[in-house]
């Protein structure tokens, strides 16, 4: 069982950066790859970025490429989401996610955290 808290979010102008944290519970977070999702309103949650539980591989969505960094600290068990170059569509709620594999937890994660609200204005 893991039990995940972000943190990190809140209001930022186009361009800005904010660095999400997740914080996880449990002895076995190691095991876990751990990913990013997000949900703007009136989408689907989709895909952002994930890492796998070493902390060797990292994949993500073509739309956060190059802006984006995934990275985690298997010792503090925390997982985070570097966001720079911000952009308004980039606004959703951001939540963290674990998953028993590396490509389960890019498609159908085990675990949920209750998410974090990030605005970008304009």
């Known amino acids: 069982q893991v039990q995940l808290v972000e943190s990190g979010g809140g209001l930022v102008q186009a361009g800005g950066s904010l660095r999400l944290s997740c914080a996880a519970s449990g002895r076995t977070f190691s095991t876990y790859a751990m990913a990013w999702f997000r949900q703007a309103p009136g989408k689907e949650r989709e895909f952002v970025a994930a890492?796998?539980?070493?902390?060797?591989?990292?994949a993500y969505a073509d739309s956060v490429k190059g802006r984006f960094t995934i990275s985690r600290d298997n010792a503090e068990k925390t997982v985070h989401l570097q966001m720079n170059s911000l952009k308004p569509e980039d606004t959703a709620v951001y939540y963290c996610a674990a998953g028993a594999s590396y490509s389960r937890v890019a498609g159908r994660p085990d675990y949920w955290g209750q998410g974090t609200q990030v605005t970008v204005s304009s």
């Open positions: 890492i796998t539980s070493g902390g060797v591989n990292r």
